[in-house]
C-alpha cells in the first residue's frame, strides 16, 4: 500500500520562484491536509480540503495555495518564493466516521535561498 | 480556537527509568492523538484516544485521556535507547474552525546509556 505519497522529497528555490508540491492518496480519503513543520514549532497546518473541489485556508495560509482538482491529490502551491517558506512541508489525509486519524507522507524539504 | 501545550519540551533520561510528558489543550475536544517522529522522517501514528477514561498501552508506552481535566499523558516505563525521539500530541479541531488537527510543540526525548 503506497498511502501518502508527495513529490519531490528535496527541493532548494531561489527566492521569487515558484513550484507546486504534490499529494497523493489512495486510500480515497475525502479529507486532506497541508501542514508546515519548523523547528520547536510543531506542525501548522496550511490548507486543508474537505473533498474534491474544495479548499480551505488553515492557521498559515499566507504565501499559499491550493489545489483538490481530483479526489486522491492535493497540490500545494507557491507563487513567489519566500526565505521564510523554508520548511518541511508534510501532506496528510484521514479517515471519516469514528477516530478521524490521520496519514502523512514523508515530507518534502524545501530551501529558499 | 484549540491550543495545545505539551511539557516538557525537552527531556534526557536514562534507561531504564520512568517519565510521564504532558498534555493540555485548551478547549473541547473530543479526540487525542499521540504521535512519534524519527529525525528526518515522517508522523508515527501510537494512539488515538476517543474517550474520557481512555487508556491505550503498547510495548513500553501507556497513553490517557482526562477530558475533564483536557489533559493527555504518555507514560514511559523502564526506557530504552530505541524510544529517543520526538513525541507529538495533537487535538482533533472539533469545536468549529478549521478542521483537522491542532499539534503541540513536541517533546525531544533522549534516552541514554
Known amino acids: 500500500n503506497a498511502g501518502v505519497t508527495q513529490t519531490p522529497k528535496f527541493r532548494v528555490l531561489k527566492t521569487g520562484q515558484s513550484m507546486t508540491l504534490l499529494c497523493a492518496q489512495d486510500m480515497n480519503h475525502e479529507y486532506m491536509y497541508w501542514y508546515r513543520q519548523d523547528p520547536g514549532m510543531g506542525l501548522r497546518l496550511i490548507h486543508y480540503s474537505v473533498g474534491e473541489g474544495t479548499t480551505a485556508k488553515g492557521e498559515v495560509p499566507d504565501g499559499y495555495n491550493v489545489s483538490r482538482l481530483k479526489k486522491q491529490n492535493f497540490l500545494l502551491g507557491l507563487e513567489s518564493a519566500a526565505p521564510s517558506q523554508t520548511s518541511v512541508y508534510f501532506c496528510?489525509?484521514?479517515?471519516?466516521?469514528?477516530?478521524?486519524?490521520?496519514?502523512f507522507g514523508s515530507g518534502t524539504q524545501l530551501s529558499v535561498l | 480556537e484549540l491550543k495545545v501545550e505539551q511539557n516538557p519540551l525537552f527531556l534526557s533520561m536514562q534507561e531504564g527509568k520512568n517519565y510521564t510528558i504532558y498534555c493540555n489543550y485548551s478547549t473541547t475536544s473530543d479526540r487525542l492523538y499521540w504521535y512519534r517522529q524519527d529525525p528526518g522522517k515522517s508522523l508515527e501514528s501510537l494512539f488515538v484516544l476517543l474517550s474520557n477514561g481512555a487508556v491505550k498501552q503498547e510495548g513500553r508506552l501507556m497513553a490517557s485521556l482526562d477530558t475533564k481535566a483536557r489533559l493527555s499523558t504518555l507514560h514511559i516505563t523502564a526506557a530504552v535507547h530505541d524510544l529517543s525521539a520526538t513525541y507529538f500530541c495533537?487535538?482533533?479541531?472539533?469545536?468549529?474552525?478549521?478542521?483537522?488537527?491542532?499539534f503541540g510543540k513536541g517533546t525531544h526525548l533522549i534516552i541514554q546509556p
Open positions: 495533537a487535538g482533533f479541531n472539533s469545536g468549529g474552525g478549521a478542521d483537522g488537527l491542532t
Open positions: 496528510a489525509s484521514r479517515t471519516t466516521g469514528g477516530s478521524e486519524k490521520l496519514f
